[in-house]
């Protein structure tokens, strides 16, 4: 375990690297920062002299030493359009994020576990085939539509729930959530079901596909042959033997789901980490820019490492050492 773990940890590293390099670089194509720093009054030898003070007519090189040492001191400059730590400002908008990705991970687990499992132990029925469908055709719609689409209906036209912003929320401990009161809760109902659509007919397929396997091994048909309940038999031993695939693909898809909040936070006008990148992009606000990529990045490497792990702790007969029993 310790090994894997040293190994995933330097793994890590060249992969943040490598992540760093790819933001970095992208600053340089993004427009002239300064645009949105200064007024049109400014003259080019003024804003000469701002690019020469923000390091912007640097060598690449440089830029690049500079902004590598900064970031593994917890620096990865300040805003532009914020006057703030890069840092900061994405941890401020980093709760609304969370709660919607925790909001949509709710009801993908709600919903996918139980219609997988119905769908492979009745495999013929009018539901399943309902199911499948349907999972179909989830799987084929875009986010941004689904999102149109629910505010349309229930935001609008039916005006049942709230089509924009965050609702009212309390402090707990630091932490600003909607999820204690009722206009939050309300507020987070369209957000978190379009967030959802993107992993729903994945994972509800996959639950399903699992099910299907640990139905048809070797283990099932000795269990049944003792006489032993269906009822037992499905959700004490196929069931849990299905969770253990279902778990790697849902910690891998939790970052997927971050970087999808763009798309939902844009529609709903959500303050989160998703809209902040956009509004960062259209500021020309590279220092945020390059911060959000990099979080995104680190998220995805920190998860992945964790799943692995667990899998293994979930799964002992798993070598994650990679050698030989």
């Given amino acids: 375990m310790f090994t894997f773990l040293v190994q995933r940890l330097f793994q890590a590293l060249i992969v943040m690297f490598v992540i760093s390099l790819v933001a970095f670089s992208i600053q340089d194509n993004l427009g002239d920062p300064l645009r949105e720093m200064v007024g049109q009054s400014v003259s080019e030898a003024e804003r000469q002299v701002l690019r020469d003070d923000l390091g912007l007519n640097d060598p690449y090189i440089t830029k690049y030493?500079?902004?590598?040492?900064?970031?593994?001191?917890?620096?990865?400059?300040?805003?532009?359009?914020?006057?703030r730590p890069a840092v900061d400002v994405i941890l401020d908008k980093l709760?609304?994020?969370?709660?919607?990705?925790?909001?949509?991970?709710?009801?993908?687990?709600?919903?996918?576990?139980?219609?997988g499992v119905y769908s492979a132990i009745h495999p013929k029925s009018v539901w399943?085939?309902?199911?499948?469908?349907?999972?179909?055709?989830?799987?084929?719609?875009?986010?941004?539509?689904?999102?149109i689409?629910?505010?349309?209906?229930?935001?609008?036209?039916?005006?049942?729930?709230?089509?924009?912003?965050?609702g009212e929320t309390v402090s707990i401990l630091g932490w600003?959530?909607?999820f204690l009161t009722t206009d939050g809760l309300l507020h987070l109902v369209?957000?978190?079901?379009?967030?959802?659509?993107?992993?729903?007919?994945?994972?509800?397929?996959?639950?399903?596909?699992?099910?299907?396997?640990?139905?048809?091994?070797?283990?099932?048909?000795?269990?049944?042959?003792?006489?032993?309940?269906?009822?037992?038999?499905?959700?004490q031993h196929a069931l849990k033997n299905t969770m253990l695939p279902v778990l790697t693909v849902g910690g891998?898809?939790?970052?997927?789901?971050?970087?999808?909040?763009?798309?939902t936070e844009t529609v709903f006008q959500w303050p989160g980490t998703g809209f902040l990148f956009l509004e960062a992009i259209n500021r020309v606000d590279t220092p945020l820019i390059t911060a959000y990529v990099i979080f995104v990045g680190l998220l995805f490497v920190v998860t992945n490492t964790i799943v692995?792990?667990?899998?293994?702790?979930?799964?002992?007969?798993?070598?994650?050492?990679?050698?030989?029993?």
């Avoid at 299907?212 to 032993?228: C, I």
């Avoid at 692995?308 to 029993?325: E, F, H, Q, R, S």
């Fill in 65 to 83: 030493t500079r902004f590598i040492t900064s970031a593994l001191q917890g620096d990865l400059g300040n805003s532009y359009f914020f006057k």
């Fill in 95 to 115: 709760q609304a994020t969370l709660e919607l990705v925790l909001g949509a991970a709710i009801i993908i687990v709600v919903v996918s576990i139980p219609l």
């Fill in 128 to 147: 399943t085939k309902m199911i499948m469908a349907l999972s179909s055709v989830g799987i084929s719609i875009p986010v941004f539509l689904t999102a």
């Fill in 149 to 166: 689409i629910l505010m349309y209906i229930f935001a609008i036209e039916l005006q049942w729930l709230p089509s924009y912003g965050r």
């Fill in 176 to 178: 600003e959530t909607g």
């Fill in 190 to 235: 369209l957000p978190c079901i379009s967030l959802a659509s993107i992993m729903l007919p994945l994972f509800i397929r996959l639950v399903r596909s699992e099910m299907l396997e640990a139905l048809s091994s070797e283990y099932v048909k000795f269990a049944t042959a003792k006489g032993l309940a269906m009822n037992k038999i499905y959700y």
């Fill in 252 to 263: 891998v898809q939790i970052g997927t789901m971050v970087a999808y909040t763009i798309l």
């Fill in 308 to 325: 692995d792990l667990l899998y293994g702790v979930v799964n002992p007969t798993v070598n994650i050492t990679g050698k030989g029993a």
